[in-house]
């Protein structure tokens, strides 16, 4: 069963260059002038997967597809270090090789809807699964002791 998390009919994607350091992409530096298609983005939550699909508004055709396991944003979603609209997608094709692409969007507000919604989906994972596993003590985890303890003072 899936489930839309978020639709932002704007977006690029952009041709970028092999990582030169290990602190991370920064998009002036080599992003803004390799367009390579515009279109929107699509995250859809697939069981415990999410997906971030890349589709022309139009047709619904697939342009780039990236999946996202539980635990796993930081290796496959990556904010560049110096803007917070534009990402960088680890993407798979079939036969298991990566490639990476930029993701940018026009307004800084769709971008953190996107991440937010990335978010969302790793909190609502998080919450199956405690579901899923029932603890045995319940509550106990979730109450907290704010109460002072007996023959204790407060100074004020």
Request: aromatic share 8%; net charge negative; proline share 3%.
């Amino acid at each position: 069963m899936e489930h839309t998390l978020l639709v932002v009919r704007e977006v690029s994607a952009y041709k970028i260059p092999p990582r030169s350091t290990s602190g991370g992409y920064k998009w002036r530096e080599s992003l803004q002038s390799d367009k390579i298609w515009s279109g929107r983005v699509h995250v859809v939550l697939c069981g415990e997967r999410c997906e971030i699909r890349l589709e022309d508004p139009n047709s619904g055709e697939l342009f780039a597809d990236c999946f996202m396991n539980p635990g796993q944003r930081e290796a496959v979603v990556e904010s560049v270090l110096d803007s917070s609209r534009y990402f960088v997608l680890r993407i798979e094709d079939g036969s298991g090789k990566n490639a990476f692409i930029g993701l940018g969007f026009a307004e800084r507000n769709e971008a953190f809807d996107f991440n937010v919604a990335l978010l969302n989906q790793e909190k609502h994972v998080r919450r199956e699964n405690e579901e899923v596993g029932g603890d045995s003590d319940g509550d106990s985890q979730d109450h907290i002791d704010i109460h002072p303890a007996v023959n204790h003072r407060l100074k004020v």
